[in-house]
């Protein structure tokens, strides 16, 4: 039976693949994706993954792939309408029944993509017709060429009312009452003729996951409001569920290359931002419809890319949409889920900013996205003064009652502790002279609340052990097979060592077997090999662990005590941060100290920045 356009796309957003897998499969999260031994064939070791961002399982080992339904369907014996009907029952879908009446629907649903296809066709017509002279002057006038405006299908509603060119166009193929539906023809308030609903504006056609045309955008070029008008919401279009050019986007995203790290989704405001990034090579961008975006606008962006780049306009409309999207993504962030923001000089777009500075001006400008948890922090610290202890409280507060909002504990807890040691870096102790001489009187010495962004946290004691595990890996790479499942499970702090962490997953994953030599040209390739070059320089080096000439069991043994070092030294630090925490008495300030072995008030201040985040109270 045939099913209506959409349908199944809902059903497999609805149902987590992962999820679905791991009733019978143990999974194990590597990277991005889910390990685990295969159920469709007899193995030892794990061949079998499940990409969950993309909606698919793949096994190594004898080949089985497929979706949520090619997975029911393998792993129950079912067919194809079997397999729908109980995921169905599971998400809470209505399975269409194959009724005359469904089958009407369905018709009619198959008629309205047939309508606006016919629509966008005739807009696009209109544009490259001796009246769209003006309408062409204007794209070209944005910087846009011939080859960009037919890859967008760009096109131009006829500006005179009388005319009626689309009504007058379709209405012999299709009936007026499904142009009406469509969003095509405008019933009048007081009854009479419909008429064409777009008129004297450029048309931007707005497309489905499968890239088919659902509805349109267009821009008026005279003095008329609204500027920007949108289809009204239909069987087909939902303005809250649908972002311009995500089947673009996905496509561009899907192609990279062995060796090239997928490109984040790239969130702008407008039409013309969207085209003026892809035409520069961004060419993951979309846009939201005009509104702000919505939960279900940021699960279609993850489906995209696991940390989506905001970039919205460099203006106080602008800023406040971005806080908007933060506040509205942080009940929805899971581990390996996010977002960055990116921010525009004022007054910049970037539309205007590609037109200005070119493709370099926007990549610093994407070089500087900030984590979610940084722009949640500065937005609150920018909220009012803070130079009370009320209202250093009040800022706390705010801050938890934010992270709060984490659905995931796990996110929720880590965003905790991201507060908790910055608002301790509001109140640590100034310089070692001023506190030396605090103690001396029994007082406390704080510096004055830092001006400007607080500076980076600063370098844990511990982050040799993790730069000798990952040059471990790379001058020994059976590791990064047999140790993936310990490096996913450790945390790292620094960007830069975690970005090189999580592309040793993904090699082991889609590259394995590759000797030292291969693994460090790929690395290179995926634009690691600053990380890398440190990490084999003398300052990095394993020989207090194992000898040059190790065997592969010495090499086991010899990480695996690295890896226990960082474990134990952690479960340490925790334990003591937390007794200060909750009990800053003399005893266990010592007991703080001796954990870390510090010999300098500098050293003992670092440490404290870097541990588990702790009250910032210390005895006097």
């Known amino acids: 039976m045939a099913f209506p356009p959409g349908f199944l796309d809902e059903l497999r957003a609805r149902i987590s693949l992962a999820g679905l897998v791991g009733r019978r499969v143990r999974l194990t999260r590597k990277g991005r994706e889910h390990a685990g031994l295969c159920p469709f064939h007899n193995e030892k070791t794990p061949s079998f993954y499940v990409v969950e961002d993309k909606g698919f399982f793949h096994c190594f080992g004898c080949g089985a792939h497929g979706d949520a339904i090619g997975y029911l369907m393998r792993a129950d014996n079912l067919d194809f309408i079997e397999a729908i009907e109980r995921l169905a029952g599971e998400a809470g879908l209505q399975v269409p029944q194959s009724t005359p009446q469904e089958r009407e629907r369905a018709q009619r649903q198959k008629t309205l993509l047939e309508a606006l296809a016919a629509a966008a066709a005739l807009f696009e017509a209109q544009l490259w017709a001796p009246g769209g002279a ?51 023809l405008r019933q009048p308030e007081g009854g009479g003729t419909p008429y064409d609903y777009f008129r004297g504006r450029v048309i931007f056609p707005i497309g489905d996951r ?39 986007a996905r496509a561009n995203a899907a192609r990279a290359t062995d ?36 939960e279900a606008q940021l699960q279609e962006l993850w489906r995209l890319s696991p940390e989506p780049v905001l970039c919205f306009d460099g203006d106080t409309a602008g800023q406040r949409a971005a806080l908007r999207a933060l506040h509205r993504a942080l009940p929805l962030l899971k581990p390996g889920r996010s977002l960055r923001l990116a921010t525009l000089p004022p007054g910049e777009d970037p539309d205007s900013l590609i037109r200005t500075r070119g493709r370099p001006g926007f990549g610093e400008v994407l070089a500087g996205a900030r984590p979610l948890s940084e722009m949640l922090w500065q937005s609150e610290l920018a909220a009012g003064p803070i130079d009370t202890p009320e209202r250093r409280a009040d800022l706390e507060q705010r801050l938890m009652q934010a992270a709060g909002l984490i659905g995931d504990r796990v996110v929720q807890g880590e965003y905790r ?3 908790r040691e910055r608002l301790f870096q509001l109140g640590r102790p100034a310089t070692a002279k001023t506190r030396t001489a605090a103690r001396r009187r029994g007082g406390h010495a704080f510096a004055a609340p830092p001006e400007g962004p607080p500076p980076p946290p600063p370098r844990p004691p511990d982050r040799l052990r993790r730069e000798v595990l990952l040059r471990m890996m790379l001058d020994y790479p059976f590791l990064v097979t047999e140790a993936s499942e310990d490096i996913a499970a450790l945390a790292f702090p620094e960007p830069e060592l975690d970005k090189l962490r999580r592309e040793l997953l993904q090699v082991e994953v889609l590259h394995p077997g590759l000797d030292a030599l291969a693994l460090r040209q790929h690395l290179e390739r995926c634009g690691l090999n600053t990380t890398v070059e440190r990490l084999l ?9 194992l000898s040059r000439e190790a065997d592969a069991e010495s090499v086991r043994l010899g990480w695996l005590h690295v890896l226990r070092m960082i474990r134990d030294e952690r479960a340490e630090r925790a334990s003591a941060a937390e007794a200060l925490a909750e009990d800053p008495s003399p005893a266990n300030w010592e007991r703080f100290l001796a954990v870390h072995g510090q010999q300098s008030e500098d050293d003992v201040t670092d440490a404290l920045l870097s541990a588990d985040p702790i009250s910032g109270a210390r005895p006097a």
Do not use: C
Request: a neutral charge; zero cysteines; hydrophobic letters at 45%.
């Open 134 to 184: 003006r309408a062409r002057e204007y794209l070209f006038g944005r910087g846009l060429d011939e080859e960009t405006i037919r890859r967008f299908r760009l096109g131009w509603a006829d500006d005179h009312r009388q005319r009626q060119a689309l009504r007058r166009a379709l209405s012999a193929e299709f009936p007026e009452a499904l142009l009406l539906e469509a969003g095509l």
């Open 210 to 248: 499968a890239g088919r045309v659902i509805a349109f955008g267009g821009r008026v070029l005279g003095d008329d409001v609204p500027k920007y008008l949108n289809s009204p919401d239909t069987p087909l279009f939902e303005k809250g569920r649908v972002l311009f050019a995500w089947a673009a």
């Open 259 to 294: 060796g090239e790290a997928p490109s984040a989704a790239i969130v702008v405001e407008g039409y013309m931002d969207v085209i003026a990034l892809h035409r520069a090579g961004f060419a993951t961008a979309v846009a939201p419809l005009g509104t702000a975006l919505t």
């Open 417 to 419: 502790r991201f507060l």
């Open 537 to 545: 320089s003398p300052s990095v080096d394993h020989a207090g662990f």
